[in-house]
T-cell receptor, first 114, second 111 residues
Framework: DTGVSQDPRHKITKRGQNVTFRCDPI?????LYWYRQTLGQGPEFLTY????????KSRLLSDRFSAERPKGSFSTLEIQRTEQGDSAMYLC????????????FGSGTQLSVL | GESVGLHLPTLSVQEGDNSIINCAYS??????FIWYKQESGKGPQFIID?????DKRQGQRVTVLLNKTVKHLSLQIAATQPGDSAVYFC??????????FGDGTTLTVKP
């Protein structure tokens, strides 16, 4: 499978716990994006990387959220001290910088905070 | 802030009919627009794109129209099939890298 892979597919956690999600992009893609999606809404931009550099973060992104892409390949998204409002689908997408507009999405990680 | 929006949250069509899904955008600086299809339990999937220097682009059974005067984008699906049932999002590309999505239209195809 050469598509974008996300792990886990589902995560249930208790409020206040930390969670970490992983994304493996398409291997030749140098851009990687994180989006969040709630039911009935379009994906909301969180942050994106070009290679290992984090180029933009949403102003809506709480300081409880942090993302890394240490070697310019896979990426992790960590949420600290989770809140019920963090419950959502977290989507990862990748693209080529020269064709950065066309995003290839993974199937997402569904987070439920109890 | 500026955002991409869709005119109708739901659309129901008969199999074999043509479907038209509309989207309004407000960021005049956007120079690239994309339509995505999202099926249940999956991430959005690219359908077709168009740059701001074009007003029409055709793919296989899909056509995207761009009207920059009124900041309107539409997706036309010819001979709609049950497999076309999904949520459709338009997105606008903001330089240098971020795409902003609208809230989507749920297309239901009746057999």
């Amino acid at each position: 499978d050469t598509g974008v892979s996300q792990d886990p597919r589902h995560k249930i956690t208790k409020r206040g716990q930390n969670v970490t999600f992983r994304c493996d992009p398409i291997s030749e893609h140098n851009r990687l994006y994180w989006y969040r999606q709630t039911l009935g809404q379009g994906p909301e931009f969180l942050t994106y990387f070009q290679n290992e550099a984090q180029l933009e973060k949403s102003r809506l992104l709480s300081d409880r959220f942090s993302a890394e892409r240490p070697k310019g390949s896979f990426s992790t998204l960590e949420i600290q001290r989770t809140e019920q409002g963090d419950s959502a689908m977290y989507l990862c997408a990748s693209s080529l910088a020269y064709d950065g507009e066309k995003l290839f999405f993974g199937s997402g990680t569904q987070l439920s905070v109890l | 802030g500026e955002s991409v929006g869709l005119h109708l949250p739901t659309l129901s069509v008969q199999e074999g009919d043509n479907s038209i899904i509309n989207c309004a955008y407000s960021n005049s600086a956007s120079d690239y627009f994309i339509w995505y299809k999202q099926e249940s339990g999956k991430g959005p999937q690219f359908i077709i794109d168009i740059r701001s220097n074009m007003d029409k682009r055709q793919g296989q059974r899909v056509t995207v129209l761009l009207n920059k005067t009124v900041k309107h984008l539409s997706l036309q699906i010819a001979a709609t099939q049950p497999g076309d049932s999904a949520v459709y999002f338009c997105a606008e590309k903001e330089p240098p890298g971020k795409s902003t999505f609208g809230d989507g239209t749920t297309l239901t195809v009746k057999p």
